[in-house]
Structures are given as C-alpha cells and as structure tokens.
C-alpha cells in the first residue's frame, strides 16, 4: 500500500477535528461522557440498520415503531449500565434505564410477535445482532467508567477519574490504526485479509507492537499510572490491537456484503459512525471481561 500525502492529509486534519470533539466529551465530565456515547450509539444504529437493509431488504420492511424502539431499547440499557453513578435529582439514572427498558421490551415483544400476523424470525435476529455488536458494547464502555471512576476515585481521595481507562482503551485503538497505517504505507508487501486488501501483516503487527510500547511508556511515566499494575495497561492496548483490528475486519465484512465504501459520510477521509469506532465496539467487551476477571 503506498502512502499518499493527500489522503493522509485530509485523513489527519478531520482526525484533529474529531478528536477535540471526543476528547470533550471524554473529560469534561460524566454527562459529556453519556451524551457523547449516546450520539455514537444512535450514530452507529442508523448506519448499522441501513447496512442490514442493503444486505437483507426485507429488514427495509420493519415497522417504524421496531426500527427506533430496538434504538431506544438498547440507549435505555446504556442508562442501566450507568450503576448508581448518574443521577437527575434524587433518582438515578440506573433505575430510569432499567423501567424503560423493561417496558419497551414488552411493547417491541408484544408488536412483532402477538399483533403482527406474520413473524419473520430472521429480521428479529437482525435487530438482536444490533443489540449485541452495538448497545452491549457501549452500555459496557459506560460501566468501565463508572468501576474505574469509584476505585480511582476511592485511591486517590477526590476527583473523577473514571475516564482514565476508557481513554487508555481509545487511545491505543487510535495509536494502533494510525502506526497500522503508516507502517503498512512504507513497508507492507503481505495482505492480512481479502475482507480488507489494503490492511497487511507488516502494518497490522507493527502497529500492534508501537500501540503497545507507546501505552507501556506512558503508563509507567504518569501518576495514574502506579494505580494498577503495569500488566493492566499493557493488556489493554494488546487487546485493542487484537479484537480493535477484529473489529475493523468484521465492519469490512458487512460493508462488502451490503456492497459499500464506507458505513456513512460524517467524517471525510473516515466514513461514518460505524467506519470510526468498529474496532472500539470489539475491543471494548473485551477489555470489560479483563478488567472483571483479573481487576
């Protein structure tokens, strides 16, 4: 793959514009947090069912009540996941999540299989492909920072600390994509996948092991970082080079099946909601079981 200056230009000043845009909602604070993953979520359910639709057309033929409700289902489980952390006066938003979800569960249920005459288990089983690939991880990354929020938080007397590991996660999938790039620009010869021709062995290794050095390096040099043990930070980053490039192969896949470039055009250079954050929405259930497991 040869480098090309102008891509990599446009490629590199969208990225500043959507990192300040990231970076805001990452650190200002817990509600810059849910807002900023709620948009990603709805982002990536209107690409995801548009996918679908091309790939399948008859899940083009879903009602408008199960297109948004399944969005609103799995954004009300994003709440759920907030544990006890967010609350709008006295009532948390944990408790908010769970009622809503528990009632459009019954309507979504109660629509497609008591009302509607005839059931199409298949365009279901898109909905709740949707719901795994997309609302899981997300509800997930939401309970990353409120965990890490509270011990942090507990270590270090005050402050809100919760975004330290959502960024480290972030952060490597980014550093990853980016040395991938590069190396496999300058060297890469060896194709990793016909899913994604222009990904090689040479970049997806050499990105894997700079995201991994980098993310080493910092971690040992900051205060936050003597809270876990260096093995913490180091497996964060190996997973997202790891399940973050799974990610990205898994989105190629559904984009070559719907016979598509990119998953939507917000971003020039970077394709859509789906394009950006595949790789995050892989990495991101893995690294909530590392951190359940052995944190």
Known sequence: MAFNFQTFKTRTLTAIIFAVVMLSGLLINQWTFLVLFSVIHFGCWI???????????????????????????????LFWMTNHAYKIGSVELQGIGWLLMLIISILLLGKEVVFKKQLNPRLIAHSLFGLIYISLSWGLMMQIRTDSGFVL???????????????TLVFSIWIND???????????????SKISPKKTWEGTIGGAVLCILIITLTAKNIELGNKYPLYVWINIASIAAVFGTLGDLLESKLKRMAEVKDSGQIMPGHGGFLDRFDSLLIATPIVWLFLKLFI
Do not use: R
Request: net charge neutral; hydrophobic share 45%; aromatic share 16%.
């Open 47 to 77: 690409e995801y069912q548009k996918l679908v639709g091309l790939i399948d057309p008859d899940y083009k033929s879903i009602s408008a009540f199960h297109k948004y409700a399944v969005m609103l289902l799995g954004w009300m489980f």
């Open 153 to 167: 938080g507990a270590a270090y007397g005050s402050g809100d600390f919760g975004a330290v590991i959502p960024c």
């Open 178 to 192: 980016t040395m991938a790039y590069l190396v496999g620009s300058f060297i890469g010869k060896h194709p990793l």
